[in-house]
C-alpha cells in the first residue's frame, strides 16, 4: 500500500482530531464548573437551613428564604436531582407558611393590646408548636446525607 495516497488527508484528520479533543476538553471544564456550583448550591442552602433552625426559638421570628428564591430565579435548582429538590420545596413552602403566620401573629399583638388577648394567644400557641416541628424536621433533613462532599 502507498502512503503517498494518505498524505492529502494528514491536514484533515488533524484538525478533525484537534476538534474532538477540544469539545472533550470543553464537556469535560462544564462538568467539573456545573459540579462545583452543586456543592456551593448545597452548601449554601445547608447554611440557610441551619440559620432557620437557630431562628425557631418560639419568639415568632421570620426565617429567611434568600438562597431558595435564588435558586429558583437562576435556575440552580436544576443542579440537583429531584428527590433532594421535593425535599427542599416541602421545607420552604413550610418556611413561607410559618414567615406568614408569624406576621400575622405580629398583627394580632397589636390587637392583644385592644381586647382580642385570647386570639392572640391561641394563635401564638399554635405557631409556637409548628415551630418545633418545623425545626424537628429542619434538622432532620440537615442530617440526611443529601449534601455530598461539603466541608463544614
Not at 51 to 70: A, H, I, Q, R, V
Not at 100 to 121: H, P
Request: hydrophobic share 40%; proline share 2%; glycine share 4%.
Amino acid at each position: 500500500m502507498d502512503l503517498q495516497l494518505f498524505v492529502p488527508f494528514i491536514p484533515f484528520f488533524a484538525t478533525f482530531f484537534g476538534v474532538l479533543a477540544a469539545f472533550g476538553l470543553q464537556w469535560l471544564a462544564k462538568r467539573y464548573d456545573r459540579e462545583k456550583d452543586r456543592q456551593q448550591f448545597l452548601q449554601e442552602i445547608k447554611k440557610e437551613l441551619e440559620s432557620c433552625s437557630k431562628f425557631l426559638t418560639g419568639k415568632e421570628n421570620l426565617l429567611p428564604t434568600d438562597m431558595w428564591e435564588s435558586g429558583k430565579a437562576s435556575g440552580w435548582l436544576n443542579l440537583i436531582n429531584h428527590e433532594v429538590k421535593t425535599q427542599f420545596a416541602s421545607i420552604y413552602f413550610r418556611i413561607e407558611c410559618h414567615n406568614y403566620e408569624a406576621e400575622k401573629v405580629g398583627e394580632m399583638r397589636i390587637l392583644a393590646v385592644l381586647d382580642e388577648e385570647k386570639l392572640y394567644d391561641a394563635f401564638s400557641n399554635r405557631l409556637r408548636e409548628s415551630e418545633a416541628e418545623l425545626r424537628k424536621d429542619i434538622d432532620s433533613l440537615l442530617r440526611q446525607n443529601i449534601w455530598g462532599k461539603l466541608e463544614s
